[in-house]
T-cell receptor, first 112, second 114 residues
């Protein structure tokens, strides 16, 4: 079983629609959850982090965490062509200098 | 806005040669990391570093790899004898002392081993 699983996509949504990206993780000791955006050939860029069960909103982005189901999601409202990228889910355990464990990412395409 | 910087942006080397990848973390960050991403694959953790010592390393980080903080600003990754399979994008990341798990990534060094 992969530690962090994501559907590789591509996920295609029309401009202005809501994009829903999902991630599951296997280690119940995971305590921190991150969404990064990665454009082709570029480095991961932090979008959001979430530590507690429930929803966390930041502008057009909402992260959702359900620790019982070991499930994290990212919603992007009013999707724009500039949102087209690969979205990486990453998890870490608590502790000093905790490593991030990444999923393979979901490629999002926002169409005009 | 402070950023993690990395040099060089690209490095081409012959198999068996030593390479040093350099990173300047964000100035008030105290936790440092190296990750790599082979083309088309996921980002993989290599090593974390805090208080001038390795905190954790992955199975990828074998004896061919070493890290160092030679001065107050630089953080380096050395690969002693490169192999073809070391070809990848190498990312440095750093995190703030008080928020140690939010890691900010540098732009990366693309390493090609021929």
């Amino acid at each position: 079983q992969k530690e962090v699983e994501q559907n590789s996509g591509p996920l295609s949504v029309p401009e202005g629609a809501i994009a829903s990206l999902n991630c599951t993780y296997s280690d119940r000791g995971s305590q921190s959850f991150f969404w990064y955006r990665q454009y082709s050939g570029k480095s991961p860029e932090l979008i959001m982090f979430i530590y507690s069960n429930g929803d966390k909103e930041d502008g057009r982005f909402t992260a959702q965490l359900n620790k019982a189901s070991q499930y994290v999601s990212l919603l992007i409202r009013d999707s724009q062509p500039s949102d087209s990228a690969t979205y990486l889910c990453a998890v870490s355990k608590a502790g000093t200098a905790s490593k991030l464990t990444f999923g393979t990412g979901t490629r999002l395409q926002v169409t005009l | 806005e402070p950023e993690v910087t990395q040099t060089p942006s690209h490095q081409v080397t012959q198999m068996g040669q030593e390479v040093i990848l350099r990173c300047v973390p964000i100035s008030n960050h105290l936790y440092f990391y190296w990750y790599r991403q082979i083309l088309g694959q996921k980002v993989e953790f290599l090593v974390s570093f805090y208080n001038n010592e390795i905190s954790e390393k992955s199975e990828i980080f074998d004896d061919q790899f070493s890290v160092e903080r030679p001065d107050g600003s630089n953080f380096t990754l050395k690969i002693r004898s490169t192999k073809l399979e070391d070809s990848a994008m190498y990312f440095c990341a750093s995190s703030h002392r008080g928020n140690q798990e939010t890691q900010y990534f540098g732009p990366g060094t693309r390493l090609l081993v021929l």
